[in-house]
């Protein structure tokens, strides 16, 4: 079975300063990864994902997240973060060719201190 | 495009009362999901359906109810409420295939007394 961990549920960091949000999973096969991001209020939608290729990808509003096989992992970064950038982010995982469910870490809530 | 739209935005419910969560997409999608959020629990999946007239069951599927008659509509259903059904509820849709994004609404926030 597949398995998402986000290592950190609130991270504080200060704007315009970097941040990388970080994204574990478990999985015994090949997978996809995604991160989608959650403004107050609203629906989740999608920062960016990895299906194959460049290990480094890029999304909106400036982040980025690279894939690293050995170590299982997605973190995902920002170099300069905004105080619009304040919102809940979510690492999910799913299986490679199988037509069903996407796992989700339980989400990492970004604030932006001023 | 509207996208996916869930109705309503808000709803109070007594213990033991009945209710539809309205969901909705316009892109053709044949995947459609429902999701809970719970503070700190992340995103759950309740119930899903690959296509009209096929549903299963998630992580968290009791006392909810689904059926897809459409591939717009996908509603789901409270058969007897209680306070621990207390969440915002998030309907999602994607096209096919476990890399293509999803598309979620904008949620339902339910309060059951």
């Known amino acids: 079975a597949q398995s998402v961990t986000q290592l950190d549920s609130q991270v504080p960091v200060f704007e315009e300063a970097p941040v990388e949000l970080r994204c574990n999973y478990s999985s015994s096969v090949s997978v996809y990864l995604f991160w989608y991001v959650q403004y107050p209020n609203q629906g989740l939608q999608l920062l960016l994902k990895?299906?194959?290729?460049?290990?480094l990808v890029k999304g909106i509003n400036g982040f980025e997240a690279e894939f690293n096989k050995s170590q299982t992992s997605f973190h995902l970064r920002k170099p300069s973060v905004h105080i619009s950038d304040t919102a809940e982010y979510f690492c999910a995982v799913s299986v490679l060719n199988r037509d069903d469910k996407i796992i989700f870490g339980k989400g990492t809530r970004l604030h932006i201190l001023p | 495009n509207a996208g996916v739209t869930q109705t309503p935005k808000f709803q109070v419910l007594k213990t033991g009362q009945s209710m539809t969560l309205q969901c909705a997409q316009d892109?053709?999608?044949?995947?459609m999901s429902w999701y809970r959020q719970d503070p700190g629990m992340g995103l759950r999946l309740i119930h899903y359906?690959?296509?009209?007239?096929?549903?299963d069951q998630g992580e968290v599927p009791n006392g909810y109810n689904v059926s897809r008659s459409t591939t717009e509509d996908f509603p789901l259903r409270l058969l007897s409420a209680a306070p621990s059904q207390t969440s915002v509820y998030f309907c999602?849709?994607?096209?096919?295939?476990?890399?293509?994004?999803?598309?979620f609404g904008p949620g339902t926030r339910l309060t059951v007394l």
């Open positions: 990895y299906l194959s290729g460049s290990t």
């Open positions: 359906s690959v296509g009209a007239g096929i549903t």
């Open positions: 999602a849709s994607t096209t096919s295939g476990s890399g293509d994004t999803q598309y």
């Open positions: 892109m053709n999608h044949e995947y």
